[in-house]
């Protein structure tokens, strides 16, 4: 359940910011196919990975992880 939280999350962001999926997948050295299942909530983005997202988008953890 969390993952599909993380995904919609980062695809809201990646959206808001106006990024299409290929330009931030390429953005933060991952493939299309890999942020597509991020985005689905089908995989968990490692530490890594949001760490790159947090810093592409912009954005603060606590920004990407608040759910109201």
């Known amino acids: 359940m969390e993952e599909l939280i993380w995904g919609r999350r980062i695809r809201a962001f990646r959206k808001l ?3 299409t999926q290929e330009e931030f997948a390429k953005m933060l050295g991952i ?3 890999v942020l ?3 985005e ?4 968990e983005p490692g530490e ?3 760490i790159r997202v947090i ?3 912009n954005v603060t953890y606590d ?3 608040s759910i109201k």
């Open 36 to 38: 597509g299942e991020v």
């Open 31 to 33: 493939s299309v196919s």
């Open 48 to 50: 890594e990975l949001l």
């Open 63 to 65: 920004e990407l992880t």
């Open 17 to 19: 910011k106006g990024f």
């Open 55 to 57: 810093t592409v988008l």
């Open 40 to 43: 689905r909530g089908t995989r």
